[in-house]
């Protein structure tokens, strides 16, 4: 940049993840490449991290939204070392990394080494109750049936039941799926979900072969004992709003709560942004960022390109609601000796998975106690709090032997949070991505495009960050 440039302002629109992200490499970057910019981040509600909130209540600590994110994607790990909050990580319990998955009413353990929706290890998988023969034969087949040549986006649903069969599919990978993304593997792509299969293919030629090479593979990777290790699910002792808090105590100055944006406009010479605010105000900038769900990102730029709001708005989003329950330990009769469990569809039940938040995670729940934590997919706007809560109960009493009503409960809905990667996302992020090149000084970040995680976000953000300061220096030239 030049000596004698002026000062430039950024926005930043949205105060979840993402935003503070955003705001927080847009601030660090800038200095670093000694341009002199004002960041302002925009949030409507009164408190900022979005989908991601901490309380603490009687001893109990619930998270409302994510409660882990994965370390094995680098962007979230990087950015808490770079925050100086790595030594606040804890991991997930060593003594219980089982998950269970209902069958037929009844908890069953996922087989040990069985990643999604195939096996990785013979013993465990040949005794599991939770496949037929006929099914485990099938599924055996991924050995033999030959890769797909040609590239083209499969639905998850489609890729499953063509390797490995219809009982992995409808008894494992539908209900671990949709516990991820509460959605609909029917339509879900796996190039934009778990690209990770398709290479598995690709390189293997079975999802069986790549699995057991990857276990080789782990083995020897656990024996270099260089660079702290970490487990594969990371929270913070305090919980997920330990990052949050972080990012506001540096941010401070930057944040606007209780400023929602209500249109943004390009000036005609396209070189400032106009941002229209709840307050009455507006603000102009060089460099905008909004850093929101894409269904939120489409009704904000209408006005300013109707093709980009369009191709936006192919991205659905699904509902889901969080239901934390505190127990008495001997309310529940289940040894609950796992992290939790997911519901197939076909097991009809309201909920659509359960963590036993204070047995995966330490220091959750005052001692004698346990926290549960459940989901409900796609919750309709008439259920009531009271219902959510009454649903879950129904469900978790005889699956976990519960005997007594909750000493509470806490329900959380998360509405049009959780984008859904349907098949053909990828050319439908590419034309987004071209649209808002045409346009100048806008970068679009957040769960919409590039992947749903926390880490994947605060990927999402930094590149947004980077690439408007980009713009900055070479307009400069
Ligand atoms: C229930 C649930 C559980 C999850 N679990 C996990 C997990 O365990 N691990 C993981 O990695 N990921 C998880 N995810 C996904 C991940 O948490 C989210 O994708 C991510 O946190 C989204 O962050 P964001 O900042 O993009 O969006 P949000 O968190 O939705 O934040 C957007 C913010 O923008 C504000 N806003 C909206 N409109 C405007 C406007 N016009 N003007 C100003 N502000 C506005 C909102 O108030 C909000 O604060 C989970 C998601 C959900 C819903």
Same mark, same amino acid.
């Given at each position: 940049m030049p000596e004698n440039s002026d000062r430039k302002c950024a926005i930043v629109i949205g105060g979840g993840i993402t935003g503070l992200a955003a705001c927080y490499r847009l601030q660090q970057e800038a200095a670093q490449r000694n341009i002199p910019l004002d960041v302002t981040l925009l949030e409507a509600t009164g408190r900022v991290g979005g989908v991601i909130q901490t309380e603490h209540r009687d001893g109990f600590l619930i998270e409302h939204g994510p409660d882990a994110f994965i370390s094995t994607k680098p962007a979230a790990k990087a950015l808490c070392e770079e925050l100086g909050i790595a030594d606040q990580f804890i991991g997930t319990n060593p003594k219980v990394r089982r998950s269970f998955v209902v069958r037929k009413g009844t908890l069953h353990p996922v087989p040990e080494g069985f990643y999604m929706m195939a096996p990785g290890a013979l013993k465990p998988f040949l005794k599991t109750p939770l496949f037929s023969w006929r099914g485990k034969l099938r599924m055996a087949l991924d050995l033999f049936i030959p890769r797909r040549e040609r590239d083209i986006d499969e639905a998850v649903a489609h890729f499953v039941r063509r390797r490995l069969g219809t009982e992995a599919f409808t008894r494992m990978a539908q209900p671990m799926i949709g516990g991820i993304y509460t959605s609909d593997a029917e339509n879900l792509s796996l190039k934009a979900t778990f690209p990770r299969?398709?290479? !598995?293919?690709?390189?293997?030629?079975? *999802?069986?072969?790549?699995?057991?090479?990857?276990?080789?593979?782990?083995?020897?990777?656990?024996?270099?004992?260089?660079?702290?290790?970490?487990?594969?699910?990371?929270?913070?002792?305090?919980?997920?709003?330990?990052?949050?808090?972080?990012?506001?105590?540096?941010?401070?100055? +930057? %944040?606007?709560?209780?400023?929602?944006?209500?249109?943004?406009?390009?000036?005609?010479?396209?070189?400032?942004?106009?941002?229209?605010?709840?307050?009455?105000? #507006?603000?102009?900038?060089?460099?905008?960022?909004?850093?929101?769900?894409?269904?939120?990102?489409?009704?904000?730029?209408?006005?300013?390109?109707?093709?980009?709001?369009?191709?936006?708005?192919?991205?659905? =989003?699904?509902?889901?609601? #969080?239901?934390?329950?505190?127990?008495?330990?001997?309310?529940?009769? &289940?040894?609950?000796?796992?992290?939790?469990?997911?519901?197939?569809? #076909?097991?009809?039940?309201?909920? %659509?998975? $359960? +963590?036993? +938040?204070?047995?995966?995670?330490?220091?959750?729940?005052?001692?004698? &106690? %346990?926290?549960?934590?459940?989901?409900?997919?796609?919750?309709?706007?008439?259920?009531?709090?009271?219902?959510? %809560? @009454?649903? $879950?109960?129904?469900?978790? !009493?005889?699956?976990?032997?519960?005997?007594?009503?909750?000493?509470?409960?806490?329900?959380?809905? &998360? #509405? @049009?949070? !959780?984008?859904? =990667?349907?098949?053909? &996302?990828?050319?439908?992020?590419?034309?987004?991505?071209?649209?808002?090149?045409?346009?100048?000084?806008?970068?679009?970040?957040?769960?919409?495009?590039?992947?749903?995680? *926390?880490?994947? $976000?605060?990927?999402?953000?930094?590149?947004?960050?980077?690439?408007?300061?980009?713009?900055? $220096?070479?307009?400069?030239?």
């Amino acid at each position: 940049m030049p000596e004698n440039s002026d000062r430039k302002c950024a926005i930043v629109i949205g105060g979840g993840i993402t935003g503070l992200a955003a705001c927080y490499r847009l601030q660090q970057e800038a200095a670093q490449r000694n341009i002199p910019l004002d960041v302002t981040l925009l949030e409507a509600t009164g408190r900022v991290g979005g989908v991601i909130q901490t309380e603490h209540r009687d001893g109990f600590l619930i998270e409302h939204g994510p409660d882990a994110f994965i370390s094995t994607k680098p962007a979230a790990k990087a950015l808490c070392e770079e925050l100086g909050i790595a030594d606040q990580f804890i991991g997930t319990n060593p003594k219980v990394r089982r998950s269970f998955v209902v069958r037929k009413g009844t908890l069953h353990p996922v087989p040990e080494g069985f990643y999604m929706m195939a096996p990785g290890a013979l013993k465990p998988f040949l005794k599991t109750p939770l496949f037929s023969w006929r099914g485990k034969l099938r599924m055996a087949l991924d050995l033999f049936i030959p890769r797909r040549e040609r590239d083209i986006d499969e639905a998850v649903a489609h890729f499953v039941r063509r390797r490995l069969g219809t009982e992995a599919f409808t008894r494992m990978a539908q209900p671990m799926i949709g516990g991820i993304y509460t959605s609909d593997a029917e339509n879900l792509s796996l190039k934009a979900t778990f690209p990770r299969f398709l290479e !598995m293919e690709k390189t293997h030629g079975s *999802i069986i072969k790549a699995l057991r090479a990857q276990k080789k593979q782990a083995a020897e990777t656990s024996r270099d004992t260089s660079g702290p290790r970490y487990s594969l699910f990371l929270s913070f002792k305090s919980g997920m709003q330990t990052l949050i808090d972080t990012l506001v105590d540096i941010l401070s100055d +930057s %944040i606007r709560l209780n400023t929602r944006v209500e249109h943004i406009q390009q000036d005609v010479d396209g070189t400032r942004w106009r941002v229209a605010l709840s307050t009455g105000e #507006t603000l102009n900038s060089e460099l905008l960022c909004i850093a929101l769900p894409a269904v939120q990102t489409s009704a904000l730029i209408r006005q300013v390109s109707n093709p980009l709001a369009t191709k936006l708005n192919e991205i659905p =989003y699904a509902s889901s609601a #969080t239901v934390n329950l505190a127990f008495r330990r001997t309310d529940i009769t &289940h040894p609950l000796d796992g992290m939790g469990f997911v519901v197939p569809a #076909t097991e009809s039940l309201s909920l %659509i998975g $359960c +963590s036993f +938040s204070s047995v995966k995670f330490e220091n959750r729940a005052p001692e004698e &106690h %346990i926290l549960l934590r459940a989901f409900v997919g796609e919750p309709t706007s008439k259920n009531a709090e009271a219902d959510l %809560i @009454q649903l $879950c109960q129904a469900d978790l !009493m005889p699956l976990l032997g519960i005997e007594n009503a909750p000493l509470f409960a806490t329900v959380n809905k &998360h #509405t @049009q949070a !959780m984008a859904q =990667y349907q098949v053909g &996302h990828q050319d439908v992020v590419d034309d987004i991505e071209r649209l808002t090149r045409e346009l100048q000084g806008i970068a679009l970040a957040g769960n919409g495009y590039h992947g749903i995680g *926390i880490p994947d $976000c605060i990927r999402s953000a930094e590149t947004a960050a980077i690439s408007l300061l980009d713009t900055l $220096c070479e307009a400069a030239r």
